[in-house]
């Protein structure tokens, strides 16, 4: 699976957009890019994911370059229960491929 | 939908004792459960992948008879921490996923385990 690299800490005001870069270089073609967080002491929580187009939910948007090397998760309007480690992981579709996690970005957000 | 549930949350043993962790997929039949491990101020580290009705597949340098993982039913994954000791303390957190090829993994709320 393809490596990513996230920065390592970031810090963003309460109501403002949260934009989280991720780095993919060596993506390959059938693998799909996924957004986790992870909250002090709990399990990590799903975001959001995608494979090459932009996506949007309810939690957040996922902006992926047209060459798929890089992508940006934003949060619209950053609340405070937002401040969370936010993993950036890329994967590919067969059975053996996994979920492995690197550093991540820790998220503040600042009243 | 896709929930995942963990028990015991917290648990604290003696050395040399065996703990066992109870990992649920609760609305959804999960063929393959995965089990990491997570150290303070650390990442999670992907111990190995649980399948129904077959043997477990374990990460580089994590000991199958140490870790004993049983994936007995669609729904339920142990993971069994046999003759605990100290260092085995950590945050042990399972995760599971439906069977399409994209599908994301949702996690468990984790189980904090210290040995004392």
């Known amino acids: 699976d393809a490596k990513t690299t996230q920065p390592t800490s970031m810090d963003c005001a309460e109501g403002r957009a949260a934009n989280l870069p991720c780095n993919h270089s060596?993506?390959?073609?059938?693998?799909?890019v996924y957004w986790y967080r992870q909250i002090h002491s709990q399990g990590p929580q799903y975001i959001i994911h995608?494979?090459?187009n932009n996506e949007t939910n309810e939690m957040a948007s996922l902006i992926i370059t047209e060459d798929r090397k890089s992508s940006t998760l934003i949060l619209p309007h950053a609340t405070l229960r937002d401040t969370a480690v936010y993993y950036c992981?890329?994967?590919?579709?067969?059975?053996?491929?996994?979920?492995?996690f690197g550093t991540g970005t820790s998220l503040t957000v600042i009243p | 939908g896709a929930v995942v549930s963990q028990h015991p949350s917290w648990v604290i043993c003696k050395s040399g004792t065996s703990v066992k962790i109870e990992c649920r997929s609760l609305?959804?039949?999960?063929?393959?459960m995965f089990w990491y491990r997570q150290f303070p101020k650390q990442s999670l580290m992907l111990m190995a992948t649980?399948?129904?009705?077959?043997?477990?597949?374990?990460e580089q340098g994590v000991e199958k008879d140490k870790f004993l993982i049983n994936h007995a039913s669609l729904t339920l994954s142990t993971l069994t921490v046999t003759s605990a000791h100290p260092e085995d303390s950590s945050f042990y957190i399972c995760?599971?996923?439906?069977?399409?090829?994209?599908?994301?993994?949702?996690f468990g709320n984790g189980t904090r385990l210290t040995v004392t």
């Open positions: 995760s599971a996923r439906g069977d399409i090829g994209n599908s994301p993994l949702h």
């Open positions: 060596t993506i390959s073609g059938n693998e799909y």
């Open positions: 995608g494979l090459k």
């Open positions: 992981i890329v994967r590919g579709t067969n059975t053996g491929n996994q979920f492995y």
């Open positions: 609305d959804f039949q999960a063929t393959t």
């Open positions: 649980s399948n129904e009705g077959s043997k477990a597949t374990y």
